[in-house]
């Protein structure tokens, strides 16, 4: 019992010289900002400007595609046709080439997680950076 009634004795001595923490303590600090991760300069969209530049590579490789496809499905007519003749060719022709661009721009879209408006700039940026242009395949 005088053990007890000793480490009582310790404890509110303690207590009174605020060694022990009180039930009223000060409320905890509050939480540091999220620290931003440092973002080099040269990403945007999530992506560094080599993988922008392989999706540059990959709209003109879409572009091609779309263009010798259109050569291949509508070849075309004998030069002596007529013209509405060369004109339907041409109209359809080009309607056909816009759709299979864009199909081909949105599996390139799919593939690196963008969207379209992205992609369009992507293709900006590397018209203005000049980014070099992979040859042309062609149908010969």
Request: without cysteine; neutral net charge.
């Amino acid at each position: 019992m005088l053990l007890f009634a000793a480490l009582g004795a310790a404890a509110l001595g303690a207590y009174f010289r605020g060694w022990v923490p009180t039930f009223d303590m000060a409320p905890p600090p509050e939480p540091r900002p999220a620290v931003k991760p440092t973002v080099r300069e040269d990403t945007k969209f999530g992506l560094t400007e080599a993988q922008r530049r392989d999706v540059y590579l990959d709209i003109l490789g879409a572009e091609d595609h779309a263009e010798l496809e259109a050569d291949r499905r509508y070849p075309p007519p004998d030069p002596s046709a007529p013209s509405d003749r060369w004109q339907r060719r041409a109209e359809t022709r080009e309607q056909f080439r816009k759709q299979a661009d864009e199909e081909d721009r949105k599996a390139i879209a799919k593939r690196y997680g963008l969207t379209t408006e992205q992609l369009a700039a992507i293709g900006a940026e590397g018209v203005q950076q000049s980014w070099p242009r992979p040859p042309s395949r062609s149908l010969r």
